[in-house]
C-alpha cells in the first residue's frame, strides 16, 4: 500500500519535471509536417483558423496546426514573446500598445474586420430602449462598459462620440466582461455598453438599443484583430511563417465566402447555442489588410491616451 | 489536548476527525447533512420562481440539476473532470511531498525553524491567484501554469501543519530516544514522523481543498482544460451550463473532503484522537 502510494507520488513528479522542460522550436510530428501551436480566444472572430484546420488547409502547407485556447485575450502577447505560441491571435490596439512599450511583434495575417456598413456590424454600444440617449454625442457623462480599459474599445467609441459632436474625454469607462454586460445594462448598473456579438444580439434582445456601430463609425473597412508573433520568430523560421501565412489567408477568404459553415464551427468550439449563431452578425473575414484604417485608427489612440506615440505600422505589419 | 486537535484548532474551523459527539438531538449526522442540502437547493429555487432574479441570470435549481444530468451523460464531461482531477491531484502530490520533506528537514531543528520562520511568513500569505501573471509567463497557458498556482496554494497549508507537528515531539521521548543513542534518520522514523502524522494528515486535507479550489480557477482564468475552462466558455452563453458546471466542482470538493477524512481515519487508526471515538 505505502510501496503504490510512492510509487504513484515520484510518477507525478516525474511528469511534472518532464512535462516543464524541452523546446518547441521546429518539431515535425510523424508524417514530417512541421507542428505549430497558436493561441485564440474561443470566440465568433477566430472562426476561420478552427474552419481551416478542418478544411485541412493548413495540412496542405505541412503544418501540424494546434489550437490552444485562452480565456481571455491577455494570454496572447505573453504567450507569443515567450515562445509558448509560434502565433497567436490579437486585436490591433492590443498589438499597437505592446509595440508601443518596445516589444517586437509584427501581424502575418488579418483576423477580422468591420462589416464595412453603417447599419449593421458584429459590435456596438448599446443602451436600454427607454434611454434618453439617442445617438453617440449622447454618451458624453455617461457610464460606458467595455472589456478592456485603454483597448480598442473605449477608443473607438471616443472616436464615435467625437465625430457625433459630443465631448469624448467626459466618458466614464469601465470593465465589465463581455458575458456579463448585458446584465449590467438590464440592471442599469451602467448607461450603455460596449459589446460584440453574440452578447450584442442578446442586450438587444433583452430590450437593447444600438446607438453606435463604432469600428465602422472609426472607419467602415477597419481591421479589428490578426495573427501575430516575434520578429525574431519571422526571422528564424521565415518558411513556416510563410506557409502559415498562405493557409491561414485561404481560410480567412473560405470564411469570408462561407458564411454557414462559419456559424457551423462556431458551435464547436463555443457554447453558443444554434438558434443564437444562426441570427447573429458575423464579422468580415478578408486577408487583406486595410492599412488605411489602421493609420486612423492609431492616431486616434495617441489623441485619446491609449497610445505614447503613433504606431510604426512599416514594424507592425507583414 | 490531544495533537491532532490541535492541530485542528491550528487550522481554525476543521472538526475532528471521526463522527461528532452530539448532545440533545438524537439526530444523526448525515440526515442533518441531507436536510441542509434539502433547504439550500429550495431556498434558490424559491428565489428564482419568485421573481427574485432573473431565471436567464439566474436558473432555478431544477433546471440546473437537469442540465448536470444530462451533462454527466456526455463522455466530454467526464473528460473535463478528469483533466480537473488530474490537475488537482498532481498539485497535490508534488505539493505534499515537498511540504513534508521540507517540513520534516526544518522542524527537526531548531536552527532552520528560526532562520525560515521569517520567511515563511512571508511568502504564505501571497495569494496564489496573484502568481497568475507569472504563471503565464512561465507555461504559458498550458495545464503547468495552473499547476503552480495549486502547488503554490497547497503548499503552505501542508508545510505549516507539519512544522507544527515536528515542533511537537515529546521531549522526554526525544531525550530517551537520544540517550539510546538513536541517529537523526531513525528519529525521524520513529517519533518525528508518528508524532507528527495527525497534522500532515490535517494539512493534506486542508490542502486537498485549496488544490481543488485553485485548480477551477486556474482553469478559469489562464484556460488549458478542465471544469474551469468549460465555466469560462459557458458564461453568458449558457447560463444553465454554467451553474451546473459550477454545481460539478462543488460535489467534488464535497468527494474530495470524504476521500479525505477516510484517509485520515485509516492512516490515524493507532492514533488516541481516532481510536477513542471508535471505542465510544
Partial sequence: ?318 | MSPANSALSAAGTAAPPGRPRHRGLAVPSGVLGVLGIVGFLATWELVVRSGLVEPRYLPAASSVLGELASLAATGSFWEWVGLTLRTWAVGLAVAGVAAIVLGLVIGSSRFLRQATHSTIEFLRPIPSVALIPLAVLLYGTSMQATLLLVVYAAFWQVLIQVLYGAGDVDPVADDTARSYGLGWTARVRYLVWPSALPYVMTGLRLGAAVALILTVTGELVIGGGGLGTQIALAQGVAVTEMYALVVATGLIGVAINLLARAVEKRALRWHVSVRREAVA
Fill in chain 1, 1 to 318: 500500500m505505502r510501496r503504490t502510494a510512492t510509487a504513484v507520488l515520484a510518477a507525478a513528479a516525474l511528469t511534472l519535471v518532464a512535462a516543464c522542460g524541452g523546446g518547441d522550436s521546429e518539431e515535425t510530428n510523424a508524417e514530417g509536417d512541421t507542428k505549430i501551436k497558436v493561441g485564440v480566444i474561443p470566440i465568433v472572430d477566430t472562426a476561420p483558423i478552427w474552419l481551416g484546420k478542418e478544411k485541412g488547409f493548413f495540412e496542405e502547407e505541412g503544418l501540424d496546426l494546434e489550437i490552444t485556447t485562452t480565456t481571455g485575450g491577455a494570454a496572447a502577447v505573453p504567450g507569443v514573446v515567450s515562445g509558448d505560441f509560434d502565433f497567436a491571435f490579437g486585436n490591433v490596439m492590443s498589438l499597437m500598445v505592446a509595440a508601443d512599450q518596445g516589444l517586437p511583434v509584427e501581424f502575418v495575417t488579418n483576423g477580422t474586420s468591420a462589416s464595412g456598413q453603417t447599419d449593421a456590424d458584429f459590435g456596438a454600444v448599446i443602451v436600454p430602449t427607454d434611454s434618453p440617449i439617442k445617438s453617440a454625442k449622447d454618451l458624453t457623462g455617461k457610464t460606458v462598459s467595455v472589456n478592456n480599459l485603454k483597448n480598442i474599445g473605449d477608443t473607438t467609441v471616443r472616436a464615435a462620440i467625437e465625430k457625433d459632436g459630443g465631448n469624448p474625454d467626459d466618458v466614464d469607462f469601465i470593465e465589465v466582461p463581455f458575458p456579463d454586460a448585458p446584465a449590467a445594462l438590464s440592471k442599469k448598473q451602467v448607461d450603455a455598453i460596449w459589446v460584440l456579438e453574440p452578447f450584442m444580439s442578446q442586450a438587444i434582445a433583452d430590450g437593447g438599443r444600438v446607438v453606435s456601430y463604432n469600428y465602422v463609425e472609426m472607419s467602415p473597412q477597419l481591421d479589428i484583430a490578426g495573427y501575430f508573433t516575434t520578429k525574431q520568430y519571422i526571422a528564424e523560421n521565415k518558411d513556416v511563417v510563410e506557409r502559415f501565412t498562405r493557409a491561414m489567408n485561404k481560410s480567412l477568404d473560405y470564411a469570408g465566402e462561407n458564411d454557414q459553415e462559419v456559424r457551423d464551427i462556431v458551435g464547436t468550439y463555443t457554447k453558443i447555442d444554434e438558434a443564437t449563431r444562426a441570427k447573429m452578425v458575423l464579422p468580415v473575414f478578408r486577408s487583406e489588410f486595410d492599412r488605411a484604417s489602421m493609420e486612423t485608427l492609431g492616431a486616434a489612440a495617441v489623441t485619446y491616451d491609449t497610445l505614447k506615440s503613433e504606431p510604426d505600422l512599416d514594424a507592425l505589419l507583414p
